[in-house]
């Protein structure tokens, strides 16, 4: 699995979005691919998109989709586009439930 490095900043305009998603074990990967393809196929080449981590928990009962945007408006342009609604519509349907959070990083700790 490639590895980059992802500059995380408490000063200026850059958000994050924190979704958690609840699902049932058995669709975890299903949503785990879902999320990916679309991040791939749909954010990327968006020029507010930074970056998006996807994490699957250990039970299987929750993805959570961490993904950084230049600026809560560059955030706001992406939905707004009907690919990324499509996109939202087929992830949730293969969830139970979903809590999507908006946040600036506002402490950075580091081993």
């Given amino acids: 699995m490639p590895t980059t490095t992802i500059t ?5 305009e850059q958000v994050t979005l924190v979704n958690i998603f609840t699902v049932e074990p058995e669709r975890q990967a299903e949503l785990v691919d879902a999320l990916d393809r ?13 970056s ?3 994490h699957a ?9 961490y993904a950084q945007w230049a600026s809560k ?3 706001e342009r992406a939905l ?3 690919e990324v609604r499509e996109h939202i ?6 969830a139970q439930a979903y ?4 946040v600036r990083v506002r402490a950075i700790h580091h081993a």
Avoid: C, H, K, Q
């Fill in 52 to 54: 998006a981590n996807l």
């Fill in 99 to 102: 809590d999507p959070t908006l």
């Fill in 57 to 65: 928990s250990l039970d299987s009962t929750r993805v959570i989709n």
């Fill in 80 to 82: 707004a586009r009907p």
């Fill in 8 to 12: 995380v900043d408490t000063d200026g």
């Fill in 38 to 50: 679309a991040t791939a196929e749909v954010f990327v080449d968006d020029p507010g998109f930074v």
């Fill in 73 to 75: 408006e560059a955030y």
């Fill in 89 to 94: 519509g087929e992830a949730a349907a293969l």
